[in-house]
């Protein structure tokens, strides 16, 4: 079964194709392979996150087992997934029709060029196909030597702490000793006097006492004194692990006594989710972008039919229908859209956020073309100014009237307006040079297309008319890659020709303006405007929106990019809202029942925003750190829960998500000494947790910040203390320590 | 690079299955008590139990998904459908687990079944069987299509006839070719099978309007006395007959769904059920099991003419009878029962007329179905099989 068979050359065709459009509008990638599957196969390869080969586990199977079901039963279907290696793995579903697959394929662009050119994955291991091969093996081996019981159980202790890592630790260092023995005492001495504040500018001797208190100096003194003991304690390895760590695999496989085997085994694990940590931590960012340039591609000339288009459409919609909770499809598509758009128009920075006029805000695209011609003339010559005002009018007049290449019925509302207006004007702008410039191409491209034509039908293509055309694809880019060339190959000449079309129009209204032939009233300019404009004296800048998308890909991941482009405006323009679940009593035709039905809740920005941020913040896993492997001075193992709001989960199903969890520890720690979890409750005994409270009730929910209080309680697990009954038996405890108080966190 | 290794997938989903079947064993009777299984009758009969997934334990937060992140218009208080239980997006962990159905086939569903509920094999009554015929390749003829030829015994024959004429002579190789008349085909025979039958009588009272969680639970017991019997007869008949103050017979989905609303009487249901058997299945060759699902409402005078019909006629001749009590909303009862008026009896009496003249009876079992869980179901399946009949 192998994949040329199934890779039709007609689905080879349009992926060369969606490639060059990428590639063109500046995606960047590493090649793609891709295999078709059937949906059996499908549901399987998911199963195993996308690889072939994964180390076996029963997990794989339930997996396999519950999407194969799904898929049987119509309710999920899988469209492609993607895997972050080179070369790029893609598997598509067998039964796709052509739309589907052309359209898969341009979404798989998108996830492509987002995992090569995000900072968050350059420490990848890009060789991920080999090492879970390896992976694999080596649990095979393992199997074989040390028996299949014992590895297995102890592969499912692990696999509890799978995603306990330090998700920052592969972009900095925390390494306590890493500098040299002469370094860390020039530090020492340094750090042992306390740095006086001194001032920006010279103040008369005496203020000296007021900047610098005689008590803070001791204070810090003391202070630093302690810092210094502390390093030299963790020099010394008194502290273990010398700092509080997240990354609880790795304290483990240093600390805990464990077979070779073992530690190996973690510590592939391990890799694992380090090399997954990125994907989850760029999920919104990943499905958004790649839906944007699905769109993008698919939309482009040439890759639908009209009737296509409408199918196609539907189905980008169908997919990012609205469902109950958020559809992160949708939720990262447009957020993306929106940054282009916003820095397309110039609706960022203090020019804009700080707008206190109404007026400005409302027509906001005009003003904006507004500042920019004021910008550029009306500093030095109020005339220049007016003149391009009066072109800027009769443009807009001419645009509205459908003479400028975009339909009349783009113009009808003012929403198409703003996503046309800036859009088409500063193409009006540049036309010049972009006629230049694709006139140009067209003439460097003229004799390259004539070339390629002629070797193709040389090397038989006209005779071979199945392979003829992947044949002329092929010859055409060798071509231009032999006069390099290649980014002239990104465009076909077909291509220009409709470009240059496009600006033809353009064009003959700057030839009719130029001789005056325009009719036109001049668009008004209330007083805020300038008002405005001479308040800001930054330049607007527009048409900045396909940068700052560029940026944004390379340098963000899903929280950063949540917290500065989930704006107020975003999130009223999209309509979103927190609903709860209410019991409602509801009348059915044998009486009334109770039932669970989710309301809305609020529509605060601000709640929503915390409540997404808190979604987003460590792969919504609670923060677990090891503080101490020696408390009580007994080698006993001290865990604690960074509490930020929201209690761990120690009830459900009989308390398995904390008592097996310290169970398993407890095991992986050798199975003598006790381990702690230091962690803050909310739950009172036969009470709900804070969130339930004001669930069942009819009180409106406040903008305010709620304040909670809870207890500090430890969790322990381990055998009993020597001298009380039955110390052979290990078991879970709960010692309740200081009553804490905080902010609720959404 | 080629996907040929994907095929060991197989080990996994074994493994999984393996301990998940270990834990529906333990489990069943709470899932057979939540009503999470279901008979499917287009796949081979193949069981389907919906339960959650196996999850490893981790720690995660306590916060349920109830609250969460949507889009769309409305206000604060805008009803958005009622809570799914099953998946849920990345932004919550969910309480339970995922749900996932496991499939069973229906011999190892029985195993469990049996074993959970304790119900022994049913004993099919000694002469109630009945002889089918049917014709099975087993033997051989001169004659038949080319399709059915014996090769083997053709050979054979032509060798036969070979060495008859002299012309095979080992060790001289020679070639032996089957003529025309040479051929044997492979021809069928009658046999005569013994094949034990089962007939399931399903009688309801429509004049009262049941609710759909009735509904729900009343099929569920239908479908698992179906599984039940299947599995103990080689063949198993339906019949399902509804009845107010006339009596009619049905197919399964006017069972469910009719709704009449008149008078009641009772005894016209089993004189029905007397004339069908009479009609259609010999008492000799089936085995016959009687469910009678009402809520005990009936006209007054008609209670006694019900209960002989059942001691003389019915019960001598069925394998069981159940009776099977649910409630009914009858609107008019209330204010009739003020009225004081005593032409009907109340509802559930004719459950106790039957409890106490036949509690001592061999074939007879009565069981309480309430509409709010599936357990009363699964008790009422305990109760009809446990003896066994």
């Given at each position: 079964m192998t994949d040329e068979l199934r890779f039709p050359t007609e689905l080879k065709l349009w992926k060369y194709k969606i490639e060059r459009l990428a590639r063109r509008f500046g995606l960047n990638f590493h090649p793609v392979i891709y295999h078709i599957v059937t949906a059996q196969e499908m549901s399987e390869v998911v199963a195993r996150h996308g690889f072939p080969t994964a180390p076996h586990h029963w997990r794989v199977g339930q997996e396999s087992v519950r999407l194969k079901k799904r898929f049987r039963f119509g309710t999920g279907r899988i469209y492609e997934i993607v895997i972050n290696t080179i070369p790029t793995c893609a598997y598509l579903l067998q039964l796709n029709d052509t739309i589907t697959q052309k359209s898969v394929m341009a979404h798989v662009c998108g996830h492509a060029d987002l995992n090569m050119n995000n900072a968050y994955f350059d420490p990848t291991n890009r060789q991920m196909l080999n090492a879970f091969a390896s992976d694999a093996l080596q649990l095979e081996r393992y199997i074989e030597i040390f028996g299949s019981e014992r590895v297995k159980e102890f592969y499912d202790w692990i696999l509890s702490f799978e995603f306990f890592i330090d998700q920052n630790s592969l972009y900095m260092r925390r390494e306590a000793h890493a500098q040299s023995e002469d370094e860390r005492n020039e530090?020492?001495?340094?750090?042992?006097?306390?740095?006086?504040?001194?001032?920006?500018?010279?103040?008369?001797?005496?203020?000296?006492?007021?900047?610098?208190?005689?008590?803070?100096?001791?204070?810090?003194?003391?202070?630093?004194?302690?810092?210094?003991?502390?390093?030299?304690?963790?020099?010394?390895?008194?502290?273990?692990p010398p700092e509080p760590t997240k990354d609880i695999l790795a304290f483990l496989i240093r600390y805990a006594q464990l077979e070779p085997w073992q530690k190996d085994w973690m510590a592939r694990i391990r890799r694992q989710a380090y090399y997954f940590a990125p994907m989850v931590r760029t999920k919104l960012m990943h499905e958004g972008w790649a839906t944007l340039w699905q769109e993008e591609i698919m939309t482009e000339a040439g890759m639908l039919s009209s009737s296509e288009l409408f199918q196609f459409s539907n189905e980008l919609v169908g997919v990012q229908r609205k469902h109950g909770g958020i559809n992160p499809y949708r939720l990262g598509y447009e957020i993306w859209k929106d940054i282009k758009f916003r820095w397309n128009t110039g609706r960022h920075g203090t020019i804009w956020e700080d707008c206190p006029y109404r007026s400005i805000r409302d027509q906001w695209d005009e003003f904006a073309i507004f500042k920019t011609i004021a910008d550029e003339t009306a500093k030095s010559d109020i005339t220049a100014f007016y003149t391009r005002w009066a072109e800027f009018s009769a443009f807009v007049k001419e645009l509205k009237a459908g003479n400028l290449g975009y339909p009349q019925e783009l113009f009808i509302r003012d929403l198409f307006t703003s996503d046309h207006l800036i859009e088409?004007?500063?193409?009006?702008?540049?036309?010049?040079?972009?006629?230049?410039?694709?006139?140009?191409?067209?003439?460097?491209?003229?004799?390259?297309?004539?070339?390629?034509?002629?070797?193709?039908?040389?090397?038989?293509?006209?005779?071979?008319?199945?392979?003829?055309?992947?044949?002329?694809?092929?010859?055409?880019?060798?071509?231009?890659?032999?006069?390099?060339?290649?980014?002239?190959?990104?465009?076909?000449?077909d291509e220009v020709l409709r470009e240059l079309a496009g600006i033809k129009s353009l064009m003959d209204f700057n030839k009719r303006w130029r001789k005056n032939q325009l009719q036109h009233s001049t668009i008004p300019i209330p007083e805020e405007w300038w008002l405005w404009a001479q308040k800001c004296t930054d330049p607007m800048r527009l048409g900045l929106g396909n940068k700052k998308i560029f940026e944004v890909r390379a340098a963000y991941d899903d929280l950063m990019f949540l917290e500065e482009f989930f704006t107020k405006e975003f999130c009223e323009e999209h309509k979103y809202f927190i609903y709860k679940a209410k019991k409602v009593w509801r009348w059915t035709p044998s009486g009334s029942e109770e039932e669970k039905r989710y309301v809305i809740d609020s529509r605060s920005f601000r709640r929503i925003k915390k409540r997404l941020l808190f979604q987003y913040t460590n792969f919504y896993l609670p923060i677990i750190t090891v503080v101490d492997a020696n408390y009580d001075n007994n080698g006993e193992m001290y865990l604690r829960h960074k509490h930020n709001g929201v209690d761990l989960d120690y009830w459900s199903n009989d308390g398995m998500y904390m008592k097996d969890v310290l169970q398993?520890?407890?095991?992986?720690?050798?199975?003598?000494?006790?381990?702690?979890?230091?962690?803050?409750?909310?739950?009172?005994?036969?009470?709900?947790?804070?969130?339930?409270?004001?669930?069942?009730?009819?009180?409106?929910?406040?903008?305010?910040?709620?304040?909670?209080?809870?207890?500090?309680v430890l969790f322990s697990y381990g055998f009993r203390r020597i001298g009380e009954q039955d110390s052979n038996i290990a078991e879970l405890q709960r010692t309740d320590l200081d009553k804490v108080t905080f902010t609720a966190p959404f | 690079m080629s996907l040929s290794r994907t095929g060991n997938i197989k080990a996994d989903e074994a493994e999984y299955l393996a301990i998940i079947k270990g834990k529906i064993r333990q489990d069943l009777r709470r899932y057979l008590g939540a009503g999470n299984v279901t008979i499917r009758q287009k796949d081979g009969g193949l069981i389907s139990i919906a339960m959650h997934e196996i999850e490893i334990p981790t720690w995660r937060y306590g916060f349920p998904p109830d609250e969460g992140v949507g889009e769309g218009d409305g206000e604060p208080g805008k009803d958005l459908g009622p809570v799914d239980e099953d998946e849920h997006g990345k932004g919550g962990q969910g309480h339970g687990s995922r749900k996932i159905v496991i499939d069973l086939t229906p011999e190892e569903f029985e195993e469990y079944f049996m074993e959970v509920l304790e119900l022994p094999r049913i004993k099919p009554k000694g002469d109630r069987t009945i002889f089918e015929e049917r014709e099975k390749y087993t033997t051989l003829s001169r004659k038949g299509p080319?399709?059915?030829?014996?090769?083997?015994?053709?050979?054979?024959?032509?060798?036969?006839?070979?060495?008859?004429?002299?012309?095979?002579?080992?060790?001289?190789?020679?070639?032996?070719?089957?003529?025309?008349?040479?051929?044997?085909?492979?021809?069928?025979?009658?046999?005569?099978?013994?094949?034990?039958n089962a007939l399931i009588i399903y009688k309801r009272d429509v004049s009262g309007s049941m609710g759909a969680r009735e509904r729900r639970v009343v099929s569920y017991l239908c479908n698992l006395c179906e599984f039940w019997l299947a599995r103990n007869y080689d063949r198993l008949e339906k019949v399902y007959i509804i009845h107010d103050d006339q009596a009619e017979e049905v197919d399964q989905e006017r069972f469910f769904i009719e709704d009449w609303g008149g008078g009641t009487m009772c005894s016209t249901a089993l004189a029905k059920t007397i004339e069908v058997i009479e009609g259609r299945f010999p008492v000799s060759q089936w085995n016959i099991y009687s469910v009678y699902l009402s809520d005990g409402f009936n006209f007054g005078n008609d209670n006694e003419t019900f209960v002989n019909i059942l001691g003389e006629r019915i019960l001598p001749i069925v394998n069981q009878f159940s009776y099977g009590q649910?409630?009914?909303?009858?609107?008019?009862?209330?204010?009739?029962?003020?009225?004081?008026?005593?032409?009907?009896?109340?509802?559930?009496?004719?459950?106790?007329?039957?409890?106490?003249?036949?509690?001592?009876?061999?074939?007879?079992?009565?069981?309480?179905?309430?509409?709010?869980?599936?357990?009363?179901?699964?008790?009422?399946?305990?109760?009809?099989?446990?003896?066994?009949?």
């Open positions: 530090d020492r001495e340094k750090h042992k006097i306390p740095r006086r504040i001194t001032p920006r500018e010279e103040l008369p001797s005496y203020m000296d006492e007021f900047l610098n208190p005689q008590e803070w100096l001791e204070e810090e003194k003391t202070r630093l004194a302690e810092e210094i003991q502390a390093k030299a304690d963790i020099e010394r390895g008194a502290t273990v088409a004007w500063l193409m009006y702008k540049n036309v010049e040079i972009e006629h230049e410039r694709f006139e140009r191409m067209r003439r460097e491209m003229e004799p390259l297309e004539e070339r390629a034509e002629f070797i193709a039908n040389q090397l038989g293509a006209s005779f071979l008319k199945t392979f003829s055309e992947e044949l002329r694809l092929k010859t055409r880019h060798d071509v231009y890659a032999q006069e390099d060339k290649l980014d002239l190959w990104l465009w076909t000449h398993r520890i407890f095991w992986l720690w050798g199975g003598k000494k006790r381990v702690h979890l230091e962690t803050i409750i909310t739950k009172k005994e036969e009470e709900r947790p804070w969130w339930f409270s004001w669930h069942q009730t009819e009180e409106k929910t406040t903008e305010d910040d709620r304040q909670l209080s809870g207890t500090r | 080319l399709a059915m030829r014996h090769l083997r015994r053709s050979w054979m024959e032509a060798l036969k006839r070979a060495i008859g004429e002299g012309q095979f002579k080992p060790p001289e190789k020679t070639v032996v070719t089957p003529r025309n008349d040479d051929f044997w085909f492979k021809s069928w025979d009658v046999v005569r099978e013994p094949k034990n649910i409630g009914y909303t009858r609107d008019w009862w209330p204010s009739y029962k003020q009225s004081g008026a005593n032409t009907f009896s109340s509802p559930g009496t004719l459950g106790q007329i039957i409890l106490s003249r036949f509690a001592s009876a061999e074939n007879v079992a009565f069981a309480e179905i309430s509409p709010d869980n599936f357990e009363s179901a699964i008790d009422a399946i305990r109760k009809f099989f446990q003896k066994g009949n």
